[in-house]
């Protein structure tokens, strides 16, 4: 028996649990889904984030979520966003982080750092009126004519969700990767990317302008997190000629606590991609 109800509001903080994150086919279009896990003081509950909604989302803070439903899956109920959920950031609710005892589900990462030898960023636009999905919006019109409901709006109001693939060398190895909306918007927002949101080609030129990079990886090849090694951001000695100058780019603390590698500037380790188990 499934029952699908639908929960008006929910105010509840993100709990830092292992989120796993996804790539489903709905429709033939590829959707983009994480499922995390939320609490409030009743309880916890998993909630399974859809597309544009995962990047507004960050652990240990609190949101209020409109229009969730439910699902039952095995046995479990579970709350999902629907096209209408919109998420708020909420005063901080007192909720514990709970013990963090399952890092089980798909927690198990690789970390590589290498080169973008290839790049295909896809963008899908989403309107936020009648939520239908639009074939394509020109990368130079300031308008875009729904192709669902055939409202004329602005090209800006349009919801986007970005993702493709990445093929990454690293340790003399070409590895074709997922890369999901989620991580590709944290990694543009971390480091201050100056892109065009229509016009995907500014964001591939970014990776493939990047002279190295560093992703986590799941066991589905899905990219969860990209960073920047440290030492191109501090810039301070030598020839800075090979660095991505062009790009703005932010201090990135915890990034760098992360890595204490030295690194020549501008060229390509000798050593080994570091694995974490
Ligand atoms: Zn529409």
Known sequence: MVMVLTVGELEAKVLPRAAVSKIVLVKEEECELKEIWVADTTGKIKLTLWDSLISQVHVSKSYSFSNLTTRGIQGDIILTTTPSTQVMEITALDVPDGDSEDLDDGASSTTLRGLVSGVQIRARYRCLRCHGIQTGISANSITHRCSVCNLLQRSSVYRSTYGGTIVFKADQQDHSLTVTDCCLTAYLVRYGVVYTPNDVETIEEHFLNRPELEVCINND?????????????????????????????????????????DVQQGTLVDEP???VE
Not at 225 to 240: F, Y
Not at 247 to 261: D, H, I, K, L, S
Request: no cysteine.
């Open 273 to 275: 991609a570091t694995v």
């Open 221 to 261: 090849s899905l990219i969860t997190s990209i960073n920047q090694p440290p030492s191109q951001n501090r810039g301070d000695q030598g020839e800075a000629g090979e660095t991505a100058e062009d790009w703005e780019v932010v201090e990135a603390g915890e990034a760098a606590e992360t890595f204490n590698q």
